[in-house]
C-alpha cells in the first residue's frame, strides 16, 4: 500500500523541511549580500503591478534595474582590505 | 526518539542553508550583478531573483549537484522562464472535472490549450531529471563528490526527509514498503507544486523589496550602513586583488546576526505587507459550536457550524487602524512603535499561505468581537 499524504503529514513534513523563518532569511540574505555592495536605481519597473490574483505577483516579467558598486564606507577606519572603491 | 531525529535533521538542514547561501547568493549571483554594475549594463532583476530561488529551492530539496543553475546558464533559464509563461493559465478551466472537460471535447470545445500540455510536460520532465540525478548521486555520494565537476556537493535535505518518511511509518520501516517506481512518483508530484510556488513567492518578494529600495537612495544608504556592522560584512569580492592568501575564509555572517538586524527586518515586513505574495482568500469551515459560545467573525454573530469563512491577506495588511496611511511601502512603521504596538502590526501579518492550517485561528480569534 502506498502511504497518502494527510494533511497532518504534510504539515510536519513541510515544517520540518523549509519553515517561514528560514524563507524570511533567505530572502533577508539576498537582499544584505546586494546592499551590502551595490546600489539599484529603476530603469523599467512598468510590470510590477499587481497581478492582483489568489497568487499576487507582478503581471508581467520585468523590473530592469541598474546596479552600481556602492562605496564602502567603514565607520571605525577597521577596514583591512584597504580597499575603498 | 522521534523528537531527537527530528532536531538532528533540523540542525542538518540549517547547515545545508548555509551552504547553499555560500554556493548560490554569493557565488552564483554576485558576480553576474557585479560584471553587470561594471559594465554599466541594467539587468532583469525579475528573472535573475527567479532564477535564484529556483536553485536554491531546487538545491535545497535535491541538492546543489541536481538542482537547478538558472542563474549562470542563461539558455537554460531562458527556456524555463519560458514555460512558465506558458504555463500561466485561467484558474477557472482547472476548475473541470476531467469528465467535462472531454465531454465538451466530444463537442468540439476544446478547455486545454495545447502548448500549455506541452510547457507542463517540459517542466515535469524537468525536475523528474532533477530527481534521477538526486538519486543516482546520493546513492553514492562519496563518488559523486569528487566527479562532481565544481567539487560541490551538498546533502538533498527535503528529498531524503520525505523518502524516509514514505518508507516508514512512526519511526519504524513499513513491513511491504512501496514499490520504488510509485515513491518516485508520489516524491515528484508532491514537490513539484511546492517547488513552483516556492520559487515564484520568494522571486517577487525580492524584486518588490527591491523595486521599493530603488525609489529610496537614503534608505539604501542607511541599510548599507546597517550590513557594514555585520561580522564579517558580506563584502564581495570577498578578498582583496592583491592580497595573495588564498586560504578559504568564513564568508557569511551568522544566520542569527542577519536575522536581528532591525533596519533590514523592517525592510522585508514591510514589504510582506504591502506586495505579500499570497493575497487571496483562505476560506475556512467554521467548527461544530457548543450552543453557549456560539462563533462570531468581525462583528457577525452566531454563525452556525459548517460555514465557509474567510479571510485574505490583502484587506488584514490594509487596515488603516494598525497601519495609518496602509497603501504607502513605510519600512519606518515598524521600527518607530512601542513593544505592544509592534505586537499588534505584527498579529495582522500574515503573508504566508503556507501557514493557514495554524495561522487561521489566530486571526479569526482576533477578527472575532
Known amino acids: 500500500m502506498c502511504p497518502s499524504f494527510t494533511p497532518s503529514t504534510r504539515s510536519r513534513f513541510f515544517s520540518g523541511a523549509i519553515n517561514s523563518h528560514d524563507w524570511e532569511l533567505e530572502l533577508k540574505f539576498v537582499a544584505a549580500a546586494i546592499y551590502t555592495n551595490y546600489t539599484t536605481k529603476i530603469i523599467d519597473d512598468m510590470d510590477m503591478e499587481h497581478l492582483g490574483g489568489y497568487f499576487s505577483g507582478p503581471k508581467g516579467q520585468k523590473l530592469i534595474l541598474q546596479f552600481e558598486r556602492a562605496e564602502l564606507e567603514f565607520k571605525h577606519g577597521e577596514c583591512t582590505f584597504g580597499r575603498i572603491l | ?369
Open chain 2, 1 to 369: 526518539m522521534f523528537g531527537n531525529i527530528y532536531s538532528k535533521s533540523a540542525l542538518q538542514s540549517s547547515a545545508v542553508i548555509r551552504e547553499l547561501s555560500q554556493a548560490i547568493f554569493i557565488e552564483r549571483l554576485l558576480p553576474v550583478i557585479d560584471s553587470a554594475a561594471r559594465d554599466g549594463t541594467p539587468l532583469n532583476m525579475l528573472d535573475y531573483s527567479s532564477a535564484v530561488y529556483s536553485d536554491f529551492i531546487t538545491a535545497f530539496v535535491f541538492g546543489l549537484q541536481s538542482g537547478s543553475n538558472f542563474v549562470q546558464d542563461k539558455q537554460s533559464r531562458d527556456r524555463w522562464l519560458a514555460i512558465k509563461r506558458l504555463m500561466l493559465t485561467p484558474f477557472w478551466t482547472l476548475g473541470f472535472p476531467p469528465s467535462v472537460s472531454s465531454f465538451l471535447k466530444k463537442l468540439g470545445i476544446n478547455l486545454e490549450n495545447p502548448q500549455m500540455n506541452s510547457a507542463m510536460e517540459e517542466m515535469n520532465d524537468m525536475y523528474l531529471n532533477m530527481l534521477q540525478t538526486a538519486e543516482t548521486l546520493s546513492d553514492s555520494s562519496r563518488m559523486s563528490r569528487e566527479e562532481n565537476q565544481d567539487g560541490k556537493w551538498t546533502e538533498p535535505v527535503v528529498y531524503r526527509q520525505l523518502l524516509n518518511q514514505l518508507r516508514s511509518s512512526g519511526g519504524k520501516p513499513l513491513p511491504y514498503p512501496p514499490p520504488e517506481s510509485q515513491l518516485r512518483l508520489t516524491i515528484a508530484s508532491e514537490l513539484m507544486d511546492h517547488l513552483m510556488a516556492g520559487t515564484d513567492t520568494s522571486a517577487a518578494t525580492l524584486a518588490y523589496l527591491m523595486q521599493e529600495l530603488s525609489q529610496r537612495p537614503g534608505l539604501q544608504h542607511s541599510l548599507r550602513e546597517e550590513l557594514l556592522s555585520l561580522s564579517p560584512p558580506i563584502l564581495y569580492p570577498a578578498t582583496a586583488p592583491d592580497d595573495d592568501d588564498s586560504t578559504p575564509r568564513e564568508a557569511l555572517p551568522s544566520p542569527r546576526a542577519v536575522d536581528t538586524l532591525p533596519l533590514l527586518d523592517a525592510i522585508l515586513l514591510e514589504t510582506l505587507r504591502l506586495h505579500t505574495p499570497v493575497a487571496g482568500s483562505l476560506p475556512r469551515v467554521t467548527p461544530s459550536s457548543d450552543p453557549r459560545s456560539p462563533i462570531t467573525v468581525l462583528g457577525y454573530p452566531n454563525i452556525p457550524p459548517g460555514i465557509c469563512v474567510s479571510a485574505q491577506a490583502y484587506s488584514l495588511h490594509r487596515n488603516p487602524e494598525v497601519f495609518p496611511d496602509p497603501e504607502r511601502w513605510k519600512p519606518e512603521r515598524w521600527l518607530e512603535t512601542g513593544r505592544e504596538k509592534r505586537g499588534e502590526m505584527m498579529g495582522w501579518l500574515w503573508p504566508f499561505g503556507s501557514g493557514a492550517d495554524m495561522c487561521i485561528g489566530n486571526h479569526l480569534a482576533m477578527l472575532s468581537t
